[in-house]
């Protein structure tokens, strides 16, 4: 059991990248809830490839079909299936690749897992291509959080080392709204004109960069989450790993924490209009693996891209020797800014699937 | 269902800090598998509070009473219960605490969660202390491990933002055992002297530091973990959110993958004896979610330790109004250097049982 | 989380009755087992209503669709997707149905759940049909069970309290292709006869009948299953009640075994050509949880099909009064005799999990 | 993993027969509940052996001592620890079943899984003994359960093919509580004390006999349960074949319902009191794996206990040959009776998880 999460509201991807359809099935979505199949269509083109020379030239609309779970517009109870058909695939592109393992990519470990018997095609099962069922299963839960006054937002943190401002302390649904609707997910829009011109400096150089994540969720009510290995922390980890090219992920303060001294770290409580907040938000909302009330603060850091064009060596896993490999075929200078919606989807959700379990006494 | 992880060998823990014990049941142990009691003991004794003045004056001996599980010294098949009792608890220090919530701790989430029924003496359930139930759980797995040519070492990569060196490109179990030894987990000894006097000076600012841990696997098969949620990452990631006080998590270079460029980032493959290895490990031995065969590397940020002498603004939960709070009692001015033993632990305990779900080929 | 099982090997259930499509995701496969899939159809027509009145009248060919996880007939590591579009339809048969539940149905049960939102049209995600993608599933793990020398095979015990014989104590893959191949599928075959009289006489009084399916699986290795709550029963018991209409499960002698004694119902153990047997097997190959090595024997009780011609006495649920209803449509006065291959499916389906979690030694 | 159930409420049962002590970690309760504990000390003598001759002569006293999770008698949300000490061993009478495994027990497949290394002494991981952890943990959910309504309760149907009255058609917890008090827990004494005999008789021939308990759970809302794989019936099955020497379990009437035709099985739906009720209940309050609001009302079938005086047949494990055994040492005729209240222990914990689960919508 892989390619799935989630306790109550159960997700399942499925998909290759060159197969005939990638798509998703949802279990335990509350019945009732209408998806606004426009808004979703909305989200789910954030994090489709755009025409700057940002990202991959292939082309998909990926719009997709709903084969179970609604009825006129609503969730019916029953899982939800969505398939999302695979139009432009280039194989060709791809065929020294099935003996020439492509560093940085789940090439060889695959082949080690599945003894040569994988689809590895344009990534296949690990594909990015995997991230847009993902993302329908995310534009569901942030609809139906929406409702129940949860919002999640994100933004670019960085790119290639450059910094975006990080989120206020108590950033709006309208924030979020204003910086999804940019093309390029940023709050700093200039910082974001020196990162698209690193991409396109990497691109140039035949290379590609990386970029950190910020996101956040506004309206969780203080309680949500289970001590130790249930809390929201391990729970949100444990799915955001899953999204292809994420090696690292922090909370709060994050890694910044174990240089801080407590006293800066520790945010005083304090009451405001009878309610119980805190002056700062260093833990990110969490404390014990359990919400504080104030929003959920996390950050994913996104590797550079694997596929460069640059000439790189690499075996041969037919004649075990050393080889070189350059990669053709259509590939993003970097992914972190289509990652962006993939994160808030994976973190809607985990934060709905822990909502719906109901032992925190206020949903 | 939170103080528990695992899949085929499942981990539960329980005990409140004040209360009457602490302990574990480990399910899914294979038979037959000989525990060095003495050598369970040294592990657990890493983790033990020293007489340096770097730790808590807490003192516990941490001895685990075998309920079950183990028959001549062995595992039997049936799930392992270890107790350890609670031996000094000056539960009287913490009367105040009741009602104002420590800032950075568990107190007011707890609180939030079960309404006043949590027992938070000393922490409660969130207490550092149930760590060293999970290191029982933790140092059985190792041992375990170690008897499958797969060895798992840790030492601090920092301390108030003094580095350490980093691991080499191949650690090995002996540089493993002899870090082990060092009463300060360091490889940089001479960074470790900074380090420790970072702590004492926190602790004479009646203030405290934070710290990020380095954790390695050595001997692990390539072709380990699942795809997309399942991986080696998803699952170590989920489990090391529960070691109290950790806030990031990364694997290989983490977050600093994202300032790279794919060129840097990417590992090139190469034969080495007949086998495929890597030239460089930046991706911490982990492509896809699956292992690759190079060392497993990963890091855990530790923030500083929430409890200090120095006197915070917080709230009066019966009250509803704003207060301030000066914590007595026992307190260590870091915990980084405890946790590492633990998040050794916590490794050892997750990769264990990724080795026996079996679906990888080689173990 | 509901319409999914497995723990190794995952399985999710999708789709309504007059939906557009049903469908399964089979996540955990090994890759690289080859699927025939003219075997898959001819396993899968098994189940599909016959022509001699016995069954339904609805036509479906129920021929799946593979999205993903196959590549040239092979398993590939990846997530497996088939769907099976749903084709003839007449929901106009259903009106009245929306506010009068059938007796014996879910259709209250998941009004009282989804309030009114549910689409209940033909049993929705509770209908018989669903067995269909079921039977992809088992079907598939039918095929790479018998690769491995564990096979799975099924007839009915009973139908309308008319018993056919028991499966000799050591039942072979040849009896149960045998019995696969017939029409009616009994070892008795005039036993059988008179069981379709049965059916065919309750069908003529606008009635219906139920049955017993008698499962068993030979090959299994002794040792597989864990204590208590992880054995072979609990699992095997948990998938079965997920076929609709099953409302017992019992292994061995079952409920038989409580009018026996001690000396009557315990099996002696006794060695032939070397290997520990039992001479009779009133346990049904498993004992403890664990199988014995002997064919695993079950069994499972199937009410008579709830949807009958006869006028019932039901409730209005707009008006909460009481009402009558007649239902009219197309349905099974029998379904236990279409159940057998869906009870196979399941069983081959949570047996290959349990082997493919690797922690019984001789797979 | 295997000794543990439940999903948000989650109980691990630890220990073996003659080793130092068994208990159960029980994580997920709800915090602030009062236990009784008192109360749950009589509900775990209903299971203790009694002196009249029906049980075993092993004297253990079998009070829990509670490590952890209860604070000032009340759960404190962190996970409870009960342990009960081992005290009556007598393990010098268990001496030759090393070598030669008892027929109808566990024995032989604990040795085929642990190779020898299982602590099959009195049985182990496998006895009955560990019943008493289970109830505590259902004895407590009981006592849960009892403050929102819902009362649980049980009867020994039949002990060696002699029958009790069924539970009427609406069981009251005045009922429940009426038939807990009596020594033998039957509804119809004077059927009971024909039980007493069948059970007397049995023992006087050195022999044991088996019986089935119906267990029946009222105040449950319609609604709970979901579809498929995650109904009721589905998860109680699971943790009921969990009691050792239950061969089957079936729901309302079970196995009688393939007998039946549909006019006689389903249950009218009729409007009481402005409620949803149906007239009979045949279903045993489920539909669809989802409650009906009727009572659920279930049956488990206990076999004869496996160890008895009588000679037997069996294997030397070490030479591998055919040789007698004759098991010394104290068992019972009959452990349906003691089996009561670990059904209902069992059925109140799975209920009070999936209440806790919270997707119902009216708990």
Not at 14 to 33: C, K, N, T, W
Not at 189 to 208: V, Y
């Amino acid at each position: 059991m892989s390619s799935e999460f989630g306790n109550i509201l159960h997700i399942s991807v499925f998909g290759q990248s060159h197969g005939r359809a990638i798509g998703v099935v949802i279990d335990g979505l509350p019945a009732g809830e209408e998806i606004d199949l426009e808004a979703l269509q909305r989200f789910l083109d954030r994090r489709r490839p755009g025409k700057d020379g940002l990202s991959t030239a292939r082309k998909e609309t990926d719009i997709p079909d709903f084969l179970s779970g609604l009825e006129d517009g609503k969730t019916c109870g029953a899982p939800l299936c969505a398939v999302i058909p695979n139009a432009d695939q280039r194989s060709k592109d791809y065929g020294e690749l099935q003996d020439k393992p492509r560093p940085g990519h789940a090439d060889f470990t695959a082949w080690a897992k599945w003894g040569g018997h994988a689809d590895m095609r344009g990534g296949g099962h690990f594909s990015g291509r995997l991230t847009a069922p993902l993302c329908v299963a995310g534009g569901i839960a942030k609809q139906i959080l929406a409702r129940r006054g949860v919002f999640v937002g994100a933004h670019l943190a960085s790119v290639a080392g450059i910094p975006d401002r990080r989120f206020p302390l108590r950033p709006t649904a309208e924030l979020f709204e204003e910086v999804a609707a940019r093309p390029f997910p940023v709050l700093d829009q200039e910082a974001g004109e020196r990162m698209r011109s690193a991409i396109l400096a990497a691109k140039n150089d035949l290379d590609s960069v990386g970029g950190v994540i910020e996101c956040a969720a506004v309206g969780l009510p203080a309680g949500l989450g289970d001590p130790m290995f249930g809390g929201v922390e391990n729970r949100l980890a444990a799915a955001l790993f899953g999204v292809p090219a994420v090696k690292g992920v922090e909370f709060g303060e994050g890694f910044r924490a174990a240089a801080l001294r407590g006293s800066e770290n520790n945010d005083p409580f304090t009451v405001e209009d009878g309610c119980v907040r805190a002056e700062t938000n260093h833990a990110g909302g969490v404390l014990g693996g359990i919400t504080t009330g104030m929003p959920l603060v996390l950050r994913a850091a996104v590797k550079p891209t694997p596929s460069i064009g640059k000439a790189q060596r690499t075996i041969s896993l037919s004649k075990l020797e050393n080889t070189d490999l350059t990669i053709h075929g259509r590939h993003d200078p970097c992914v972190a800014h289509r990652a962006v919606p993939v994160v808030e989807a994976v973190t809607a959700a985990v934060l709905l699937d822990m909502l719906l379990e109901g032992n925190h006494g206020t949903f």
